[in-house]
Each structure stands twice: as structure tokens, then as C-alpha cells.
């Protein structure tokens, strides 16, 4: 496939090579800090990796020493300032908060970019290449796989502020590493190195700062000759697991299988096995 040609919409970057997106987080100087508009700019762009059949995989790192500082609310209404999270926000012109106005920023805001990583039908790789604080770590903890650099580092930034965590974290930290330690993470608000994230599970692999990028192309370049499809319902198999009980899990495993066994790659897995050769998957 060509290369798409590289486009920068305010604070990210989007280019498309080898049918994987790369969607990088590019204002260094706030360590990528996410501006509202830049938050809806990823929403739209996973949205749109779903429905592309030239998009096979994702990868979503950042520039400079950041990977993400969470959501910069200096962007956002009365120039609040940034704080980790969003809920300190949701004031009105003037200062006045009204009963639901913060549910509803928080709704519309971090937790639907967290649930367009969760919900998007490809496999989305997080580079992490420095700090990731706030939603910016849960930004990497709702990816599908991680790297990190060895000079990353993950904050439970929010009771530094006096704040819950937002945009899922407490839905998405507990599922990885148990209660136990995300209360530890969360109350504490220490900052974590790459090497102990590795250790209790939040990321599948530490690699020198030189090599993550490569390495990212790497797996990425590996989901994207995969039986894109498979993957997808694969996907939505595990991050449904632990939200049910057994029949339901087995009910939506049959189902996926079923719905799966309709596509191209199925049937060339199958033929592939059967003739003793590798398979050559499309995504179809």
C-alpha cells in the first residue's frame, strides 16, 4: 500500500504506512497534554481506522519527553488550569457550576476517548515514550498492547489534586493489576517506573528509548498482516471477559466464532492449514 502523506491537525500528527495508522500526540512543550479539540481529532481518527479496510493496526505514541500529561484543561472552558483530569473543569461562564454539568464533561470528554480505544475494531499499539500522567495513562492502559520506553513513566496523578481518577481508570487499572495495587497507584500518586509497570503487568515490554519506535513498527507490521477481522472480534472477546459470568462469555465466544467463520481470512487459515503453508491474510 503507499504511503499516505502525513498530516498534522493542531496537537496530532496522522499517517497511514504499510496499512498501520500512526496517530502521534505532537505538543511537546505541554509533554502532550490533550486539548479538547485534540482529544475529539483521536476520537474521529479511531472511528475512522474501524471502518477503513486499509487500516489494519494502530500505533499511538508521542513526541518529545511525554507520551501524554493528561488533558490540558487550559484549553478548555474559563482557562481552568491543568490538573490531570477534566472534573476540576465544568464550570460555567463566571464560575458557577451547575448539578450534572461535570458528569456530563467527563462523559463527552475522557471517558469517550477511552472508550474509542476500547471500541476500535483494530488492534491499537501504545508507544510509550515518556511521562504518561492522568488520562494520558489511561490513554496507554486502554490500548490493546504497550511498549514503553525505558525512560517512560505512569502517574496516578489525580489525589496529588485532590481529585477521583477519570477517564476510566478505575474501571481499567483494577482489571490489570488487581484492587490491591491500583489503590496503591491511585492513592499514593507515586510515579512509576517502566521497569515496575512491566513487573505488575501494565505494559507487555520495556525496550532502550532508540528502540521503541522500531520496535512499535515492528508488531505493528505483524497485527497488520493478521486476519484483521479475527482480531477484531477477538478484541471485543477479552475486553468483555471479566465484565460477565461464564454463559455469557461462552454465549459471545460462540457468537464471534460464528460471525468469524463468514470471512475471507477464516477460510484461508483453514486452507492454509489443510495445504501446509503460510497463510495470507487480507483483512477481509
Not at 500526540?25 to 486539548?35: F, I, K, V
Not at 488550569?81 to 458557577?96: N, Q, S, V
Not at 498492547?145 to 474501571?171: I, K, Q
Request: aromatic share 4%; net charge neutral; hydrophobic share 45%.
Amino acid at each position: 500500500m503507499p504511503v499516505t502523506p502525513e498530516a498534522r491537525a493542531g496537537g496530532v500528527r496522522r499517517e497511514v504506512r504499510e496499512q498501520v495508522l500512526h496517530l502521534t500526540l505532537d505538543r511537546p512543550e505541554t509533554l502532550n497534554a490533550l486539548a479538547p479539540a485534540d482529544r475529539d481529532r483521536l476520537i474521529a481518527h479511531l472511528d475512522d481506522a474501524s471502518a477503513d479496510p486499509d487500516v489494519r493496526a494502530v500505533v499511538l505514541t508521542g513526541t518529545g519527553r511525554g507520551f501524554c500529561a493528561g488533558a490540558d484543561l487550559r484549553a478548555g472552558p474559563a482557562g481552568v488550569e491543568r490538573a490531570g483530569g477534566e472534573a476540576d473543569a465544568g464550570k460555567r461562564a463566571g464560575g458557577e457550576r451547575i448539578p450534572g454539568d461535570v458528569a456530563r464533561m467527563l462523559r463527552l470528554g475522557a471517558q469517550r476517548l477511552i472508550a474509542a480505544v476500547l471500541d476500535c475494531e483494530k488492534p491499537v499499539i501504545a508507544a510509550v515514550n515518556g511521562v504518561a500522567a492522568g488520562l494520558g495513562a489511561h490513554l496507554a492502559l486502554a490500548c490493546d498492547l504497550a511498549l514503553a520506553a525505558e525512560s517512560a513513566r505512569f502517574v496516578e496523578v489525580f489525589a496529588r489534586r485532590g481529585l477521583v481518577p477519570d477517564g476510566g481508570g478505575a474501571y481499567l487499572l483494577p482489571r490489570l493489576v488487581g484492587p490491591r495495587r491500583a489503590k496503591e497507584l491511585m492513592f499514593f500518586a507515586d510515579a512509576l517506573s517502566a521497569a515496575d509497570a512491566e513487573r505488575l503487568g501494565l505494559v507487555n515490554r520495556v525496550v532502550p528509548d532508540g528502540e521503541l519506535a522500531a520496535t512499535a513498527d515492528a508488531w505493528a507490521a505483524r497485527l497488520a498482516t493478521g486476519p484483521t477481522r479475527a482480531l477484531a472480534l477477538t478484541k471485543q472477546l477479552v475486553n468483555a471477559s471479566l465484565d460477565g459470568d461464564r454463559a455469557t462469555a461462552f454465549a459471545a465466544e460462540a457468537a464471534a466464532q460464528e460471525i468469524n467463520m463468514t470471512t475471507a481470512d477464516a477460510r484461508e487459515g483453514v486452507a492454509a492449514f489443510t495445504e501446509r503453508r503460510e497463510p495470507k491474510f487480507t483483512g477481509r
